[in-house]
């Protein structure tokens, strides 16, 4: 009998950090020319997994990984990328100044007697960008120019000039809306057709589903299985997720909207924002839809101030409005920006400070304007708990922590406030199947309590979860407004494609 060799095989890793023990000797096989899913809660470990394999971070003595048979103990990431193991990470690498071209083959310009030769350099980058069906990509366009899917490409790209027989991605459709989605999907099944192998982590369930041919899930450092991703059901796969049988997955709605609450008419900024109006009401979930680029993430930033008005008047409570950080503080709207980690939380503060930001001068500190620790320990254990925030100590800084539990920490951070209207930008963005129910019935709560909530999100299913009315964008525009009861996800991807009602 002949035993098939694993491509990659790990055995009994592990990786403790100060307080926390992230991977607690963990071994599982990798199938050459698979996509294999690596699942699990925030925190659960699989970033750090990827770190080791891709050579970022030094796992513990005594932890092993073998490539075709061979230890592989990559020092650094540039002896991973000579082994042919590349990362696309969530935050990625690419030089945001320098052309498609010259990211996609740093280090490997082709050059004559010293000279870069820049005619070949296009040639191969447009054979490598029509590989992946790109090639209306411009080899000279400069990266920070592209939007995220297409920087996406350009990783991908750069993934196949370094050869790599394998492929690791952390969270690749995080921050992709549907279509740009599907292009890396299409991509990563043409990757494996090819032979490469590949190590795709997602909170999203349904790609796994779609993509993966086998599943691996870690459950707070530890392995839990490796499977076909043919032996296993979603609410399996859940239930080894987070330890516990998870019902459904969105909550019972028990909110009635009733007075208006916000009222917005004639807003208007350069090509983001077409005379958009509508109103919110208390106890309503309004959530606005579209595609990227349709001015959905604008409108968040608008309401807040984040974004200047030609035109357009806003009140609150019959009172005029005017958005700016300020104003929205003193009608208690509260806005969880969709780029956390430059603007939701500060990575080098502590998560209790960081949670007691937003409501330092009102419930932490005294008339003296001195900060009463007691008070501040009070709020941010409120939320970590809340969240369940998995950290070793609320005096962690947040750079420490995991994707997803620096997303918790930016929504606890908002929360503590106590507001009217939340303005909430992809609320769920990164965040684990457990949690989300808990935000989601979270967020419900707040409605039923008579606030009012603009849910700002990509993903159809939570939209149509949660939301009472949809207001549907596309260039600036509002083009449809929708009954969350009457519509679906076909029809409002119609209308974010450019329909008018
Ligand atoms: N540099 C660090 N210092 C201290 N603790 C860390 C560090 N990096 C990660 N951790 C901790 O290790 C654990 C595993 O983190 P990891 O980033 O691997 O989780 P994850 O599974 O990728 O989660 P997520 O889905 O939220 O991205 C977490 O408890 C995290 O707080
Ligand atoms: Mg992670």
Same mark, same amino acid.
């Given at each position: 009998?002949?035993?098939?060799?694993?491509?990659?095989?790990?055995?009994?890793?592990?990786?403790?950090?100060?307080? $926390?023990?992230?991977?607690?000797?963990?071994?599982?096989?990798?199938?050459?020319?698979?996509?294999?899913?690596?699942?699990?809660?925030?925190?659960?470990?699989?970033?750090?997994?990827?770190?080791?394999?891709?050579?970022?971070?030094?796992?513990?003595?005594?932890?092993? $990984?073998?490539?075709?048979?061979?230890?592989?103990?990559?020092?650094?990431?540039?002896?991973?990328?000579?082994?042919?193991?590349?990362?696309?990470?969530?935050?990625?690498?690419?030089?945001?100044?320098?052309?498609?071209?010259?990211?996609?083959?740093?280090?490997?310009?082709?050059?004559?007697?010293? =000279?870069? %030769?820049?005619?070949?350099?296009?040639?191969?980058?447009?054979?490598?960008?029509?590989?992946?069906?790109?090639?209306?990509?411009?080899? %000279?366009?400069? $990266?920070?120019?592209?939007?995220?899917?297409?920087?996406?490409?350009?990783?991908?790209?750069? *993934?196949?000039?370094?050869?790599?027989?394998?492929?690791?991605?952390?969270?690749?459709?995080?921050?992709?809306?549907?279509?740009?989605?599907?292009?890396?999907?299409?991509?990563?099944?043409?990757?494996?057709?090819?032979?490469?192998?590949?190590?795709?982590?997602?909170?999203?369930?349904?790609?796994?589903?779609?993509?993966?041919?086998?599943?691996?899930?870690?459950?707070?450092?530890?392995?839990?299985?490796?499977?076909?991703?043919?032996?296993?059901?979603?609410?399996? =796969?859940?239930?080894?997720?987070?330890?516990?049988?998870?019902?459904?997955?969105?909550?019972?709605?028990?909110?009635?909207?009733?007075?208006?609450?916000?009222? +917005?008419?004639?807003?208007?900024?350069?090509?983001?924002?077409?005379?958009?109006?509508?109103?919110?009401?208390?106890?309503?979930?309004?959530?606005?839809?579209?595609?990227?680029?349709?001015?959905?993430?604008?409108?968040?930033?608008?309401?807040?101030?984040?974004?200047?008005?030609?035109?357009?008047?806003?009140?609150?409570?019959?009172? +005029?409005?005017?958005?700016?950080?300020?104003?929205?503080?003193?009608?208690?709207?509260?806005?969880?920006?969709? %780029?956390?980690?430059? %603007?939701?939380?500060?990575?080098?503060?502590?998560?209790?400070?960081?949670?007691? =930001?937003?409501?330092?001068?009102?419930?932490?500190?005294?008339?003296?304007?001195?900060?009463?620790?007691?008070?501040?320990?009070?709020?941010?254990?409120?939320?970590?708990?809340?969240?369940?925030?998995?950290?070793?100590?609320?005096?962690?800084? +947040?750079?420490?922590?995991?994707?997803?539990?620096?997303?918790?920490?930016?929504?606890?951070?908002?929360?503590?406030?106590?507001?009217?209207?939340?303005?909430?930008?992809?609320?769920?963005?990164?965040?684990? $199947?457990?949690?989300?129910?808990?935000?989601?019935?979270?967020?419900?709560?707040? *409605?039923?309590?008579?606030?009012?909530?603009? =849910?700002?999100?990509?993903?159809?299913?939570?939209?149509?979860?949660?939301?009472?009315?949809?207001?549907?964008?596309?260039?600036?525009?509002?083009?449809?407004?929708?009954?969350?009861?009457?519509?679906?996800?076909?029809?409002?991807?119609?209308?974010?494609?450019?329909?008018?009602?």
């Amino acid at each position: 009998m002949t035993v098939v060799q694993p491509f990659l095989r790990i055995h009994n890793l592990s990786k403790t950090y100060p307080g $926390v023990e992230a991977l607690k000797g963990v071994s599982f096989d990798i199938c050459r020319g698979h996509v294999h899913a690596l699942v699990g809660e925030n925190g659960a470990g699989k970033s750090t997994l990827i770190k080791i394999l891709a050579g970022a971070v030094l796992p513990e003595h005594g932890s092993e $990984v073998r490539i075709d048979g061979k230890a592989y103990k990559p020092q650094n990431p540039a002896d991973a990328l000579k082994a042919s193991v590349s990362t696309i990470y969530q935050n990625m690498n690419l030089m945001p100044d320098r052309t498609i071209m010259f990211n996609i083959l740093l280090g490997k310009e082709p050059a004559h007697s010293g =000279l870069i %030769d820049f005619s070949v350099m296009r040639e191969k980058t447009q054979a490598v960008l029509e590989t992946l069906n790109a090639s209306y990509l411009d080899p %000279d366009r400069v $990266v920070g120019s592209l939007k995220i899917g297409e920087k996406q490409v350009v990783e991908i790209a750069k *993934a196949l000039i370094n050869k790599s027989k394998f492929l690791i991605m952390d969270e690749p459709t995080a921050a992709l809306n549907q279509a740009e989605a599907e292009a890396l999907f299409k991509n990563i099944r043409s990757l494996r057709e090819s032979g490469v192998t590949i190590l795709y982590v997602s909170h999203r369930l349904d790609e796994i589903f779609d993509l993966a041919d086998t599943v691996t899930v870690l459950r707070d450092g530890h392995h839990i299985s490796t499977r076909p991703i043919g032996e296993v059901t979603r609410s399996g =796969l859940v239930e080894e997720m987070i330890g516990r049988k998870l019902s459904s997955i969105f909550p019972d709605k028990t909110n009635h909207p009733g007075e208006e609450i916000l009222r +917005v008419e004639g807003l208007n900024s350069g090509k983001h924002l077409r005379n958009i109006s509508f109103s919110l009401h208390r106890g309503e979930v309004l959530a606005v839809a579209g595609l990227s680029g349709s001015g959905k993430a604008d409108l968040g930033k608008a309401l807040f101030g984040a974004l200047p008005l030609d035109a357009g008047s806003l009140w609150v409570n019959g009172r +005029v409005y005017h958005p700016s950080p300020s104003d929205a503080f003193k009608n208690q709207i509260i806005f969880l920006p969709e %780029d956390r980690k430059a %603007d939701g939380v500060i990575q080098e503060l502590s998560i209790r400070r960081n949670l007691a =930001l937003s409501v330092l001068h009102t419930q932490v500190a005294d008339k003296l304007g001195i900060l009463n620790t007691k008070k501040e320990n009070k709020v941010a254990q409120k939320q970590i708990k809340a969240l369940e925030i998995k950290t070793p100590s609320m005096e962690q800084k +947040v750079s420490n922590l995991s994707g997803g539990n620096q997303q918790k920490v930016a929504l606890g951070r908002c929360l503590a406030v106590d507001p009217e209207i939340f303005i909430l930008m992809e609320p769920t963005q990164g965040i684990d $199947v457990g949690v989300k129910f808990e935000i989601y019935q979270f967020i419900l709560q707040q *409605a039923a309590e008579d606030r009012a909530i603009v =849910l700002i999100s990509s993903e159809l299913p939570e939209i149509l979860g949660l939301a009472d009315r949809i207001l549907v964008m596309n260039e600036g525009r509002i083009t449809a407004e929708l009954s969350a009861e009457k519509t679906s996800q076909e029809e409002i991807l119609q209308y974010a494609l450019g329909e008018s009602e």
